[in-house]
Antibody, heavy 120, light 107 residues
C-alpha cells in the first residue's frame, strides 16, 4: 500500500527540540522529492521544507530557516524534520508529503500528520 | 517569495451550484499552480496539478484554468461531499507557498 506515516510529535516546552519522522511505503522513495507542510490550529496550510530525492538539495520556508533541518535516509525510506528552539507559534499538525513528479513539487501523497504542541 | 492571494475566503453554496475559487500569484508562475481539498481533521488531497491536470480519481466536475497570474478552480455542480476547504499552491519556486484557503459551506 502506498502511504506515508508520520511520528515524533508531542508536547514540548518553548526552546526544546523535537525530531519528526515520516516512513514511506509502496513507492520508490529515493525517486521523489519530499516536503513537510504544517497547519496551526484553525489556520491554513504552510509549506515548511522540502528535500530532493537524493537528499542533496534542501529548501526551507522563511519562518523556519535556520531553526529546522530536513533530511532523509533512503535506505530506511524515511524522511526527517529536526525542529530546534521551538516556539509557541510552531504549534501545528505537521504533514509529510510526496512530490508528484521528479520535475515538479505538487504534493500527490500526504500522511495523516503528527501534532506538535509547544507550551509551558 | 511568491505570494498567493486566494478569494473568496469563504462562500456558501447549495448542492448543484457552480462554484468558482480564484488564486492570484504575485508574479509569473507559468502553469505551476496546484489545488488541494481538505476536510476537517483530514490531510489535504491533491485535486488538480499544473493548472488544469486532474489528479487520478478526482471527479470530472472539478476543473482548473488560468489567465496570466490568475488561476481558477471550478466545481461545475457542487456535491455534498465537496463541502470542504480548498487551497492553491504554487510550485514554481521555493518556498512553495499556499494561498490562505477558501472554505465552501452549505447555504
Amino acid at each position: 500500500e502506498v502511504q506515508l506515516l508520520e511520528s515524533g510529535g508531542g508536547l514540548v516546552q518553548p526552546g526544546e527540540s523535537l525530531r519528526l519522522s515520516c516512513t514511506a511505503s509502496g513507492f520508490s522513495f529515493s525517486s521523489f522529492g519530499m516536503s513537510w507542510v504544517r497547519q496551526a490550529p484553525g489556520k491554513g496550510l504552510e509549506w515548511v521544507s522540502g528535500i530532493s530525492g537524493s537528499g542533496e538539495t534542501t529548501y526551507y520556508g522563511d519562518s523556519v530557516k535556520g531553526w529546522f533541518t530536513i533530511s532523509r535516509d533512503n535506505s530506511k525510506n524515511t524522511l526527517y524534520l529536526q525542529t530546534n528552539i521551538l516556539r509557541a507559534e510552531d504549534t501545528a499538525v505537521y504533514y509529510c508529503a510526496k512530490a508528484g513528479s521528479t520535475r515538479d513539487w505538487y504534493l500527490d501523497l500526504w500522511g495523516r500528520g503528527t501534532l506538535v504542541t509547544v507550551s509551558s | 517569495d511568491i505570494h498567493m492571494t486566494q478569494s473568496p475566503t469563504s462562500l456558501s453554496a447549495s448542492v448543484g451550484d457552480r462554484v468558482t475559487i480564484t488564486c492570484r500569484a504575485s508574479q509569473s508562475i507559468s502553469t505551476y499552480l496546484n489545488w488541494y481539498q481538505q476536510k476537517p481533521g483530514k490531510a489535504p488531497k491533491l485535486l488538480i496539478y499544473t493548472t488544469s491536470n486532474l489528479q487520478s480519481g478526482v471527479p470530472s466536475r472539478f476543473s482548473g484554468s488560468a489567465s496570466g497570474t490568475d488561476f481558477t478552480l471550478t466545481i461545475s455542480s457542487l456535491q455534498p461531499e465537496d463541502f470542504a476547504s480548498y487551497y492553491c499552491q504554487q510550485s514554481y519556486s521555493s518556498p512553495w507557498t499556499f494561498g490562505q484557503g477558501t472554505k465552501v459551506e452549505i447555504e
